[in-house]
């Protein structure tokens, strides 16, 4: 398993942008698959983007494809999220999570962080 700690969640007004953050520790970071993933209360946690073992390729929900950006540092054991034009239904808890595998699924995940608060005003 590997521990995931995300970090750079917090309150921006529409247009705003936010950069999070997910450092890795434990077994090797570049044997996972990474990716994040939403929760916005009263509703089903969703992919919002994964990147590969290299991060050579990445998949985005269509909802934030254009705007988010994921990306990897294997050397540095850590996985961002660059958010951009944000949106208030982007308003939700974020969560990093590894997998061995390739999916977008929520249940091919095995080890998730605890979350961090995004909060987008009108």
């Known amino acids: 398993q590997v521990q995931l700690v995300e970090s750079g969640g917090g309150f921006v007004q529409a247009g705003g942008s936010l950069r999070l953050s997910c450092a890795a520790s434990g077994r090797t970071f570049s044997a996972y698959v990474m990716g994040w993933f939403r929760q916005a209360p009263g509703k089903e946690r969703e992919f919002v983007a994964a990147?590969?073992?290299?991060?050579?390729?990445?998949r985005y929900a269509d909802s934030v494809k254009g705007r988010f950006t994921i990306s990897r540092d294997n050397a540095k054991n850590t996985v961002s999220l660059q958010m951009n034009s944000l949106k208030p239904e982007d308003t939700a808890v974020y969560y990093c999570a590894s997998s061995t595998v390739q999916s977008i699924t929520a249940s091919a995940f095995g080890s998730w962080g605890q979350g961090t608060q995004v909060t987008v005003s009108s």
């Open positions: 990147i590969s073992w290299s991060g050579g390729s990445s």
